[in-house]
């Protein structure tokens, strides 16, 4: 990152002049303080999704529509947009979501579409998307609340923003096409080295509690194609053999549980109910008591690895499997191995459905599935490298995620000095 920041000479303007806008500031002398109204045109005309193909208006800017986007009932009633508007949407909900479009299309009424007049298309691009941009159009909308927050046309086009000659729009934008350019490689870069160390974790994971940790053990071959040789001193038994179904009800006062594929069994945030997709009812007499220790299973979502040995006692869907494990095993070394990559595709081939969506796990196959442990000396050891190494790669992602935030702060602060004049383009 300071690489990027080095080779990024600051200059400052000759001379300056009080914007008199507090988002804007000083601005450069020779720049012109507008309205953006006397920018941009707004394009009202109605047009339907048959003949103009309906676009998503995002954060990453105007795309053809998104599969997962929420479909009108009303597609003869959208919004013109051509190649060159600037589409953003009203709505606090979708803070940012805006852009030049490429594309000739059609968006909801909830967006305001403009026509930039006299205006080198990618700087508009940044300056409305830039960040000093998006707060103070937050700023000037109303609504009840901030989740029903709107920023009308009207009063979007008397924000005051400052215009250099149009020769310099043009080496602006080129200047931040080549920096952004730069900071989204090293962005991308940090990004794959992420992946690369969830994927350490698994295979540090799958090796532990199908190999262990002695590279020299005598090994034997389990029986199991996909898990190969064991050592030699392992069981194998089926989970039928593992684990016990129970159902407990009647306890509504517990804490609420979550059965997630990232971390297993979680305290559930009911004050984001989004998070979890699921209603919760007012009565929750029907759902399944699951104790520390004991084995939860989110049978719609198992071949997604939606299952865990349970840190906390509270209460689960009533639609979810709760297991008592009966074999002497430690349950940290039973909750690694059966969420390892390798046992989750065995949970996937005891799934099917009519759609992967809407997946099922057969309690019948899943009882055949194959689980090969050590004494329980050997686990305790097995959980204690596991935990140090992963320890070890969620420290080292945790430093990549954070380098990730600040070239994006970066990226940010960049493209606001630019637009607003703050430092001087050569």
Wanted: proline share 4%; hydrophobic share 35%.
């Amino acid at each position: 990152m300071e690489g990027i920041k080095e080779k990024v000479r600051l200059q400052k303007y000759p001379a300056y002049k009080h914007s008199g806008v507090e988002w804007l500031g000083e601005i450069p002398e020779h720049w012109d303080l507008k309205r953006l109204g006397s920018r941009f045109e707004e394009r009202k005309e109605k047009v339907s999704d048959k003949d103009f193909p309906p676009l998503s208006v995002t954060k990453k800017g105007i795309l053809p529509q998104l599969d997962n986007a929420a479909k009108s009932n009303d597609g003869d009633n959208r919004k013109l947009v051509r190649k060159g508007d600037f589409v953003i949407n009203s709505r606090s909900d979708r803070k940012g979501s805006s852009g030049i479009s490429d594309l000739d299309g059609s968006v909801s009424l909830i967006n305001i579409v403009m026509k930039p007049k006299d205006l080198h298309g990618p700087f508009s691009d940044y300056l409305l998307k830039s960040t000093a941009f998006v707060e103070e159009n937050y700023r000037i909308g109303h609504g009840i609340v901030a989740d029903l927050w709107t920023t009308r046309y009207d009063e979007m086009k008397n924000i005051k923003a400052a215009f250099p000659p149009k020769e310099e729009q043009t080496a602006i934008a080129s200047f931040l096409d080549e920096k952004c350019g730069k900071i989204d490689t090293a962005i991308t870069q940090k990004e794959k080295l992420i992946e690369l160390l969830k994927e350490r974790k698994q295979i540090i994971i799958q090796n532990a509690v199908t190999k262990g940790l002695d590279p020299k053990v005598k090994m034997k071959d389990s029986g199991v194609e996909w898990i190969g040789g064991i050592p030699v001193h392992w069981e194998v038994v089926k989970l039928g053999h593992c684990l016990l179904p129970v159902s407990e009800k009647n306890h509504p006062n517990l804490p609420l549980l979550s059965i997630t594929r990232e971390k297993g069994v979680i305290l559930r945030d009911i004050e984001d109910q989004d998070s979890n997709h699921n209603f919760i009812p007012e009565d929750l007499s029907g759902y399944k008591k699951i104790r520390k220790g004991q084995f939860g299973m989110n049978k719609m979502k198992a071949w997604q690895g939606s299952y865990g040995v349970s840190a906390h006692t509270g209460i689960v869907s009533p639609a979810y499997f709760i297991f008592d494990i009966l074999i002497d095993v430690d349950p940290e070394f039973f909750h690694f191995a059966l969420r390892s990559k390798l046992y989750v595709s065995f949970f996937g081939q005891a799934s099917d459905g009519v759609r992967i969506g809407q997946w099922d796990l057969s309690k019948m196959r899943m009882k055949q599935i194959p689980f090969v442990y050590p004494s329980k000396k050997e686990q305790r050891t097995i959980v204690a490298e596991v935990k140090n190494q992963l320890s070890q790669t969620a420290h080292a992602i945790k430093l990549q995620k954070q380098q990730i935030r600040k070239l994006e702060e970066y990226k940010r602060s960049l493209i606001d000095a630019a637009v607003t004049g703050k430092i001087k383009v050569s």
